[in-house]
């Protein structure tokens, strides 16, 4: 992509602020509703920030409530590992979450691109 068509793109899309930084505890998360879905948005001991569907694709347990190590959480429900930055289990087991593309902004505020917020169609 061209520097031009990059710059495009990031203009046409939109951010929209979730919460501080400062409110999610390292190896934390947050829930965030929004109209079609469940975010989990999850803080690393590094202070890395991912948003993904709080769905486990094995049987939807809630990955906001399961435990944050390096870049995956373990479901709660059957521990099954999902990448933070794929959505993807790990090792033997077959599924992944939908991911959102999330910043921090330099005053603190954790946003997400709206445009990952569509329905998928
Ligand atoms: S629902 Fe997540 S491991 Fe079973």
């Given at each position: 992509m061209s520097e031009g068509a990059a710059a495009m793109n990031a203009m046409s899309e939109n951010w929209i602020a979730?919460?501080?930084?400062?409110d999610i505890p390292r190896l934390g998360s947050r829930r965030v509703l929004s109209r079609e879905r469940t975010i989990a948005v999850f803080r690393t001991v590094n202070d890395e920030i991912y948003a993904i569907e709080?769905?486990?694709?094995?049987?939807?347990?809630?990955?906001?409530q399961g435990i944050v190590h390096d870049r995956c959480v373990t479901c709660p429900l059957h521990n099954w590992v999902i990448s933070l930055e794929t959505g993807e289990a790990q090792g033997a087991d077959e599924g992944a979450v939908k991911t959102f593309r999330v910043r921090v902004a330099d005053n603190g505020d954790i946003l997400i691109c709206t445009g990952d917020l569509a329905p998928a169609s």
């Open positions: 979730v919460g501080k930084l400062g709080d769905k486990c694709p094995h049987k939807e347990g809630p990955l906001s």
